[in-house]
């Protein structure tokens, strides 16, 4: 072939609809050998090997992701661990570079050291021990520099993490799938486990099954996708008819098919006015059939007050034909039968 001439790489052209559907997990993952691709708590099983340590290192992330117990838990060992190396470069200054306080006094050189180093690191000084000796001086100084800089580090870190926008949507521990308006449907119910408000609530399912030797992911067709505020619950429907993936399934079809409903839910914290993520996923052994979630509600109040009783968000029980009326998203949030008192100025007849 000539140097001049053009050569055609050829390329396979993607169709509009044809767009892959594995959600970003990439088409090897998600066999049934492996654990769940999405964990009750939105974390991800999936992992990033070969990185090395310096490119995986992110302090200021890893400190306002991790919970507040690890955070609590490696602050405190963090002061304890600063305060004994200081305490050992005192002693090592040698047996009389710290004065005052005897060392009998407080249980002997190390702890008196320990506690000369923990009112210098946060610069309280009582004045009862002080360093004598230019070694001592020197050990000093820096840890005062050092204790500077560090509670301004901490400080930051821990305003960051209250004031770093997040949500806190609690997801029932168990999803169901009961009779719904003539058909079967897939639902599960949420609540805001929080005092604050969110609205614009948007919610995505993808439905995510092995197909032979391949995952197959496909997003489900909910009766609604977003509510505009979120005061309440919302138990969130896909209805099972022929233009579902479900349909025909039964439970042991999705044990079989190491299923897996991954849940997507987007919307704005009204205090920050900013958008939040929360995330969630119901495998096979998480879903009841046959099953419809018990009431939330109760009673209407004497000033016509609506309220919920979260602690009953993932009861369920057995569904039958008479009893499934308020299982809808539109009518679930009605007054039911007993449940209202009558308004003032009316008959209550």
């Not at 209407?300 to 299982?327: K, N, Q, W």
């Amino acid at each position: 072939m000539a140097a001049s001439e053009d050569v055609t790489i050829p390329h396979a052209v993607v169709a509009p609809g044809d767009e892959p559907k594995d959600l970003g997990f990439g088409s090897v993952v998600g066999t049934v050998d492996e654990k769940r691709l999405l964990n009750r708590d939105g974390t991800f099983n999936q992992r990033r090997l070969g990185l090395g340590f310096f490119e995986r290192l992110n302090a200021y992330h890893y400190f306002l992701s991790i919970s507040w117990e690890t955070f609590f838990a490696i602050a405190a060992i963090g002061y304890a661990a600063a305060n004994t190396v200081f305490a050992l470069a005192y002693l090592a200054c040698g047996p009389d570079s710290l004065g005052g306080v005897s060392a009998t006094a407080l249980g002997g050189r190390f702890p008196r050291a320990f506690f000369f180093s923990v009112e210098t690191l946060a610069t309280i000084g009582y004045g009862n021990i002080a360093p004598v000796g230019l070694p001592a001086h020197i050990v000093m100084a820096a840890e005062s520099l050092v204790g500077l800089l560090v509670f301004a580090l901490g400080t930051g870190l821990l305003f960051a993490r209250f004031s770093r926008p997040t949500a806190a949507v609690r997801f029932s521990d168990r999803a169901v799938v009961a009779p719904y308006r003539g058909v079967t449907a897939f639902m599960f119910r949420i609540t805001n486990a929080r005092s604050n408000q969110l609205i614009e609530l948007e919610a995505k399912v993808q439905f995510s099954r092995v197909e032979g030797t391949v995952r197959k992911y496909d997003q489900l067709t909910l009766e609604r996708t977003r509510v505009v505020f979120f005061p309440l619950s919302w138990t969130i429907v896909h209805p099972i008819d022929e233009r579902s993936p479900l349909w025909g399934m039964s439970h042991s079809d999705l044990l079989e098919k190491d299923a897996e409903f991954m849940i997507l839910l987007t919307g704005t914290d009204e205090t920050f006015e900013q958008t939040v993520h929360a995330r969630s996923s119901y495998k096979p052994e998480e879903i009841v059939f046959g099953h419809r979630f018990v009431n939330i509600y109760n009673p209407v109040d004497a000033h016509g007050v609506v309220s919920i009783d979260v602690r009953r968000l993932s009861e369920t029980e057995p569904a039958t034909e008479e009893s499934v009326a308020y299982t809808s998203t539109w009518h679930h949030t009605g007054h039911f039968a007993g449940y209202s008192p009558p308004r003032r100025g009316r008959n209550p007849d």
